[in-house]
């Protein structure tokens, strides 16, 4: 292999060509490179002649090169021509001071090189550190951008902090990446722009807007997306975003804030669920006006709500709308509110279920006797108390007259006597009675009502009770007199007032007020009428579908009489002549508990209609037809509830 180096000085040609390379090289020399296939070492030695620096070359620099040159160079340019060729075979020229390091490319990021040098050349292989300030973009996403133009070996990383880029690597591709970061480093044109609008509502334009083009979020084209924000304060529109997205947004403002041609201040509005004549007073409320009173037009009178700056409101009982005149932020804020009121209302179906079971239970036993000794000069005496409400005496006056006899003897009643008129007479009389009665009530009331809406259900009878009775002479005529009696009718029966109040969840709380009354039935007879009164009155907050206890009564008394002759009374079998006994005992089990279900819809409500309806049609059914071997009423029929037509597919519940 051979390698010459041709010096253009006469001194280097003529002389060895060692020596010459090591001397200071003389101004104004040219250099002819010309290897081929040479020890990289063999070039590095030329370097160092034609330059005058002292080269220190790493173990690990070694290739077979080839530098060819058909015209001559200076040593400067020489130099560089050096720097190229360490490039392309994979090693870094790293100057230190006067000398020069001559290492493998992938130690490079290690070496000092020339750094932070105040301009970087555009043709130099040199190995540089440069600091980059970005003014206008992130540092940190420039560095995916900027990381693919630049060797594996080079070093590019961002400093947050003071947005900076710091790059290390050959001088010419360090030049070229600066010159890319100032043509990114660019100040945008994205600005914010205030679009008042005039006649329609800037909430209603940016909703129009954001449905027309739902990826509006999304950037396009490489630019950052078009924001839109309505101001409800000033009726305005915020646009924020590149110029041209501005401006295409602009025009588009323009054309939708245009006045309408027929009356756009004034619109009716039926009302599907809320009463129009309660909206437009709790409207007049909320805008702070007046109330006055006009004429619908071809209609009755009907409540007109005015409020200042040209807002009128009055509502149409016959169609249940309103008619709202108002400028265009004031409609689109009544809009809003009806809106939120214009609601179908959850219902509420309140089941309450009194359960009573008491027993009533009554005994008396008693000796009832007389003697009369006075025909035959002997004591006078007797036994006398009453049982049953009747005694011994009552019975003899009886016997004897029975007008005078006002109530029949209850119980069994077995007596002996001798009535003569010598001798002693006598009469005895035993008395028992034992009496029992039991109660078992379960009533289901239920209504129905909606939310926030008080309901009541009575279903009762008006008993008739007797406050006082009188006797009136008719006067002078015949002296007639006329009974005279004063009455008063109760209601007895099932009573139940509720407030439902539908909580967020599941849970309603209630307002309960629950009246059960009844006839009592007593041992002692219906001499006078009783009535038993139950009465809850509560609030509760029950999950939807469950049961609470609303209260009830767990009472067992027992009580019991005896009348008795002092001494006599006590002696064991004879002192049962001389006493009688009573003994009541009485047991009530009372409980009233209470079941909301909520309907939301009208779903619900026609699956718990169906279901109380079917139940009362199978009890008719359960009763079977009536077979009479002679009818009263020939050919007619027991009534039944017709079975339920089927909805159609669609509406039927899953």
């Known amino acids: ?70 015209t001559a160079m200076t040593p400067d340019a020489f130099y560089e021509a050096f720097l190229a060729l360490l490039q392309v075979y994979g090693f870094v020229a790293v100057p230190s001071g006067n000398v020069l390091k001559i290492i493998p490319d992938a130690n490079s990021r290690t070496m000092p090189g020339n750094d932070l040098p105040d301009s970087v050349s555009d043709t130099s292989d040199e190995l540089v550190t440069q ?65 008042a609008m005039q006649n329609a509502s800037a909430a209603e334009v940016v909703r129009t807007m954001t449905a027309l083009n739902p990826a509006q979020a999304q950037a396009e084209g490489g630019m950052a997306p078009l924001r ?33 041609a027929t009356g756009g201040d004034t619109r009716v509005r039926y009302l599907r669920y809320a009463d129009a004549d309660k909206i437009a007073g709790k409207l007049k409320e909320q805008l702070g006006g007046t109330v006055t009173v006009a004429n619908a037009p071809g209609a009755a009178a009907a409540n007109t709500t005015t409020i200042g700056g040209g807002t009128t409101i009055w509502a149409e009982p016959e169609t249940n709308a309103l008619v ?41 036993l008693g000796v009832n006797w007389l003697v009369d000794g006075s025909n035959s000069d002997q004591a006078v ?55 029992d009665s039991t109660t078992n009530i379960i009533a289901t009331p239920s209504i129905v009502t909606m939310d926030n809406q008080a309901a009541e259900i009575k279903v009762a009878q008006e008993v008739p009770f007797v406050t006082g009775q009188y006797t009136n002479s008719g006067g002078n005529v015949g002296n007639n007199l006329n009974p005279f009696q004063t009455i008063q009718r109760q209601e007895v029966g099932t009573i139940l007032k509720i407030t439902p109040q539908i909580n967020e969840g599941d849970a309603v709380m209630l307002k309960i007020e629950q009246e059960s009354s009844s006839i009592a039935a007593t041992s002692s007879g219906a001499v006078d009428l009783v009535t038993n009164k139950r009465t809850i ?19 067992d008394s027992q009580t019991g009489g005896e009348q008795r002759v002092p001494f006599l009374g006590r002696i064991p079998l004879v002192g049962e002549a001389f006493r009688t006994r ?7 089990n009372l409980l009233v508990f209470i079941q909301p279900r909520i309907l939301r819809d009208g779903i619900d409500a026609t699956i718990e209609t169906n279901q109380k309806y079917n139940y009362i049609r199978d009890q008719q059914l359960k009763l079977g037809p009536q077979r ?12 039944i509830l017709p079975a339920i037509p089927a909805a159609p597919a669609a509406e039927q519940p899953k």
């Open 228 to 260: 839109v924000v309505a101001d409800d304060r000033s009726n305005s529109i915020l646009l924020a975003g590149d110029k041209t997205q501005r401006l295409r947004a602009r025009t588009l403002i323009a054309y939708l804030d245009t006045p309408l």
């Open 628 to 639: 009479e071997v002679l009818p009263l009423l020939p050919g007619e029929r027991r009534l």
């Open 381 to 435: 005496g007797g036994f006398i108390e009453p049982i049953g409400g009747t005694s011994i005496v009552d019975l003899a006056r009886a016997a004897r007259d029975p007008a005078t006899l006002t109530t029949v003897p209850r119980g069994t009643t077995v007596g002996v006597g001798r009535r003569a008129n010598n001798g002693v007479n006598f009469a005895a009389v035993l008395r028992a009675l034992r009496g």
């Open 537 to 555: 009155s509560t609030s509760v907050l029950i999950e939807d579908g469950g049961t609470v206890v609303l209260g009830g009564l767990i009472q």
């Open 131 to 195: 600091v980059v300030a970005v003014t206008n973009v992130s540092a940190a996403q420039l560095v995916a951008i900027l990381r693919p133009l630049m060797p594996q070996n080079a070093h590019l990383a961002a400093y947050p902090a003071s947005n900076t880029l710091i790059l290390a690597d050959r001088a010419n591709n360090v030049n070229r990446i600066v010159r890319i970061i100032r043509r990114i480093d660019q100040a945008s044109d994205a600005d914010v722009e205030v679009v």
């Open 324 to 364: 709202i005149t108002a400028p265009a932020k004031t409609m689109n804020s009544l809009m809003a509110v009806i809106d939120k009121l214009d609601i179908r209302r959850a219902q509420v179906m309140v089941e309450a279920i009194i359960v009573e079971v008491s027993a009533d239970k009554s005994a008396e």
């Open 582 to 588: 009573s003994a009541k005992k009485t047991k009530t």
């Open 1 to 70: 292999m051979t390698s010459s180096l041709t010096l253009l000085l006469a001194a280097v040609l003529t002389g060895a060509v060692g020596s010459s390379l090591v001397a200071q090289p003389a101004s104004g020399q040219r250099i002819t490179p010309n290897f081929k296939d040479a020890e990289i070492t063999q070039v590095i030695e030329a370097v160092a002649a034609a330059t005058g620096r002292s080269i220190i070359v790493d173990p690990r620099v070694r290739a077979q090169v080839t530098m060819l040159s058909s």
